[in-house]
Structure formats: C-alpha cells, structure tokens
C-alpha cells in the first residue's frame, strides 16, 4: 500500500527558532500534499495544499509567511515553521493521494503520514 | 464547511454496538471514515461515493444517504482495538486537489 513517510516524529525547540517537516511519498508520486495541524482532542484542521512546482495554496487564517511550505518534487513536500512560539506547539500531519492522472484518483484515501510533535518552548 | 458529527464521545462495553453520524448543510462528493489511535496518524476505513451507498468490512460499515448529506459508520459487535476517535473527512468537488474537510470527531472507548 501507498506510504508516506513524516519527519520528524517529535521536535522541542525554542522559541523564535525555525523547524522544518519532511513528509515523503514512498512509493507513489504526488503531485499534491495536504498539511494539517491538529491541537489535543481536537479535529484536523487544514493548514494549506502543497503543490508540486507551483504555491502552496493556505486555509484562511493560516500564515504564509510563517508556515513555509516547498514542494520540489513529486515525493518531497516540507513545512518550515519560521520564528516559532508557544501557540504553534501542535501534531501537524501530512497527507497525500496516490495520483496517477486516472479520473478516479480523487476517490482514492488519503494517505496519513505519523505526524510530528511540535513542543516549542 | 466542517461537517458536523454526532455523538461526540461514545462508551461501549465489548460487543456493544454503536452509530456514529456526519452530517453536511450540503451535498457532498464523497464521504471518508478514518479512526485515529492516540498520538498516531488517522487510518482510512472506508470511502462512500454514490448516494445510498452502504458499505463494510468485518464488522463495521458505512452508509450514504440519498441526498448525499449524511453519512453513518456503524460499529458492530464492538471489540477492545475499535477504540479511538473516529473522523469523517469530507469532499466537495470532483477534484483530486480538492482537500477533505473532517469533522470533529467522536472519540470511541470500548471497555471490556
């Protein structure tokens, strides 16, 4: 099956320092990846679409400038969080679809990466 | 839009059966079950595209309504690893960009 793989799995950093994501396609090639953020016994909550070549396109509310997103390849999507702070301490996941170029790929599950465990301190 | 789901927590004893809802203000594409273990990624379950669709796998199912507002996950003859919190991820458009939007969540525990 279609994994994707996240990293890292938990990072403590200090505040007003940068931490970048990693989320890879293994196995399949990903023209699209969606990065959410998920606070304790809350929902996931779409942070923005990353776009293979293109820009990221970000949810209302969601800082661009903060929340730098490149997508350089078909399996390599990454998320920096620039000058973090307390509040941006969160589980943010990535996510794909195995895209082919078939019609139906938009039927396809969402893949989930582990996630990572963002503690800012 | 977030679809709205129902309960928001449920607690079962093993074998107990259980219904969780997802509701939309509007049509809806398609509908996504997933359940997330605690500190883990969510899982897919299973995916329901055409109205009055029902479908499943061992012991949980899924259905869509006509009027592809409401979907329901149906937990049968519940066992201990069914627990967790299960999410409903929505889809607008018949985009593969389109993203999911998921529900709250209904956080599940089966005792024994």
């Known amino acids: 099956g279609a994994v994707v793989s996240q990293h890292p799995s938990w990072v403590i950093c200090k505040s007003g320092t940068s931490v970048k994501i990693e989320c890879r396609s293994l196995d399949f090639q990903a023209t699209t990846m969606f990065w959410y953020r998920q606070f304790p016994k809350q929902s996931l909550m779409l942070m923005a679409t990353?776009?293979?070549?293109?820009?990221?396109?970000?949810e209302q509310g969601v800082e661009k400038d903060k929340f730098l997103i490149n997508h350089a390849s078909l399996t390599l999507s990454t998320l920096t969080v620039t000058s973090a702070h307390p509040e941006d301490s969160s589980f943010y996941i990535c996510s794909a679809r195995d895209w082919t170029g078939a019609i139906t790929d938009t039927n396809s599950p969402l893949h989930f990466g582990n996630g990572t465990r963002l503690t800012v301190t | 839009q977030q679809p709205v789901q129902s309960p928001q927590a449920v607690i079962l004893r093993e074998g107990e059966d259980a219904v969780i809802n997802c509701s939309s203000s509007k049509a809806l594409y398609s509908v996504h079950w997933y359940r997330q273990k605690h500190g883990e990624a969510p899982v897919f379950l299973m995916i329901l595209l055409k109205g009055g669709e029902q479908k499943g796998h061992d012991k949980i199912s899924a259905s869509f309504n006509e009027k592809k507002q409401q979907s329901s996950l149906y937990l049968t003859a519940s066992q201990l690893s069914y627990s967790g919190t299960y999410f409903c991820?929505?889809?607008?458009?018949?985009?593969?960009?389109?993203?999911?939007?998921f529900g709250g969540g209904t956080r599940l525990m089966v005792k024994p």
């Open positions: 991820g929505t889809q607008r458009g018949f985009n593969a960009g389109n993203m999911l939007t």
């Open positions: 990353s776009n293979e070549g293109s820009k990221a396109t970000y």
